[in-house]
């Protein structure tokens, strides 16, 4: 049956919202606009840097949310001995690349703010797993942790002043450029090694963990160690959880556990999350975060395949049959659960399965497949 | 069936020394030998898909998952800044992007440079790093004039041997950037198809190091 108005991303949105909300994380819900002041002060945390900006009547610049985590940051309890579970789904406005556009995006997402411990980053990990086998089966979880990545270029003395650049890199996998920016920074052989090494790890999770302990052991302080291992081996699934060192964040607003969600067939993450510990101090917080957000509209764009018809059956009726006789037929027809568009005109351009025309309260297949 | 994985391989003279590299590889597809104007060429077997798109057009193909892996110039990569995986320095294609005005030109730091290039973005990065102030004036082709008409004071453009600029009266004066052609894949594919990237990577990087 052709369905006009189904939209998989509305029955995702659905799905996903009760998954948090049976996990207990309360609906969030926020004003379309926010002051422009708070996208100013916080830029690089922004996916896009446009923001839509706007006066109000008080000389007030307004802005269209690009983001979402920033606005419930700010409004959030500032209290490191509670934890405030939050999810939300909310319209976010970005310039798309490329286009110079701006696009309306359909974003969800949850928020954990407060006593962050092993066990809520655990959930949220989880949580992020089950929203992307609520997409689909065919998903990947690629998890990295800053925190170990920072320890490491602390250690081999990448200086501050280029650990974006370094950072930048390695999120490329770009191995080769890697190389040469270390050892221009003076980094010894035995430090690129190590990074080098680092970033081409993969295979089974518990292989993976075992391996990346001991490249890591005297270089990453053991408390760090201790977390990434216990929360990534008590996660579920061995082949949708990759741990991938090329999974970056901006240091500046990350500092622990990274991670972004594919699905096959979508040409790029469609869920984004990490520890932001670093922005919470930024905002002035004493209390840690962590959270993730789905993007709806990579669904949509690359999931929802097009539909072959526009309507299931196109009637058109003349003056020779009655308003009672028309009505009857398409509920008749609807009833049968066809959709039906009637009419006394045939339009332009539509893809119908059935054309039927009604006369003298008969009705006759004109055509079909068209 | 086996997931076929989809190259995306820049038109040309670069294109074909590339798709050789694939080749030794272990990764033919002998159709694409034939002088046909086939765009899209497959070989079951190997589980590979070729095609030639314009060499400017490999990141975008790469980027947005119509190719799984590709090869595009450092160039292109730098100036549309593609989010991929940049998984191998292929060595071949060298050139550099490069700086350059007329002979007599002499650069006066009290006034807003004029710079001509298709390269807007690696232009801005560039002076932005030099803190100098500029004007960009984008052009779609034929850089070399600009300078010699008087419509900007420098250009930043590809060198290759350098011919065209010495025949315009043109001289490099400073070195962008070495650029070079380099495997990209996206970063999805590479979540699923990531064992098979992975053995083109390491089989080219072998040839690479020969080749040095």
Sequence with gaps: ?370 | MKPMLNIALPKGRLGEKVYAMFETAGFPCPAIRENNRKLVFENEEAGVRYFWVKPSDVAIYVERGAADIGVAGKDILLEYEPDIFELLDLKIGKCRMAVAAKKDFRDDAGRTLRVATKFSNIAENYYLSCGRDIDIIHLNGSIEIAPILGLSDVIVDIVETGTTLRENNLVVIDTVVPISARLIANKSSYKFKGEAIDRIVSEMAKQVEESV
């Design chain 1, 1 to 370: 049956m052709t369905q006009p108005l189904r939209d998989i991303g509305e029955s995702i949105l659905f799905s996903l919202r009760s998954l948090y909300g049976l996990h207990g994380y309360s609906h969030y819900k926020m004003n379309k606009f926010e002051e422009y002041d708070l996208y100013a002060r916080n830029k690089d945390f922004l996916i896009s840097d446009s923001v839509i900006t706007f006066t109000d009547g008080n000389g007030k610049l307004l802005a269209l949310k690009p983001d979402v985590t920033l606005s419930i940051v700010k409004n959030s309890k500032d209290r490191s001995d509670t934890l405030e579970k939050l999810y939300y789904n909310e319209n976010v406005y970005r310039m798309s690349k490329g286009s110079r556009h701006f696009k309306e995006i359909m974003q969800v997402g949850l928020e954990c703010i407060g006593k962050v411990d092993d066990y809520c980053i655990y959930e949220v990990l989880t949580l992020a797993q089950k929203s992307l086998d609520a997409i689909s089966r065919n998903h990947v979880l690629s998890v990295s942790h800053l925190g170990i990545l920072s320890e490491v270029m602390e250690k081999i003395a990448v200086p501050d002043g280029s650990r974006a650049a370094v950072l930048h890199l390695i999120g490329e996998k770009n191995l080769h450029e890697l190389g040469s920016l270390l050892a221009g920074l003076g980094v010894c052989d035995e430090g690129i090694a190590l990074l080098r090494r680092l970033l081409s790890i993969r295979g089974r999770t518990d292989e993976v963990l075992k391996t990346t302990g001991e490249l890591l052991r005297g270089v990453v302080s053991d408390d760090t160690m201790t977390r990434f291992t216990s929360v990534l081996s008590a996660l579920a699934s061995e082949e949708n959880l990759h741990i991938d060192f090329s999974v970056v964040g901006d240091i500046h607003y990350y500092n622990g556990f990274v991670f972004k969600g594919f699905v096959e067939g979508i040409p790029t993450s469609l869920l984004s999350g990490g520890e932001y510990n670093m922005l919470m101090k930024k905002m002035g917080r004493s209390s840690e975060a962590i959270g993730f957000a789905v993007y709806l509209d990579m669904i949509e764009q690359y999931i929802r395949k097009p539909e072959k018809y526009d309507v299931d059956v196109v009637l058109l009726y003349d003056d020779t049959s009655s308003l009672p006789q028309i009505g009857n037929e398409v509920q008749r027809l609807t009833d049968g659960g066809e959709s039906v568009l009637s009419g006394s005109v045939l339009p332009e351009q539509i893809k119908y399965r059935k054309l039927m025309k009604m006369r003298n309260g008969r009705v006759d297949i004109i055509e079909t497949d068209a």
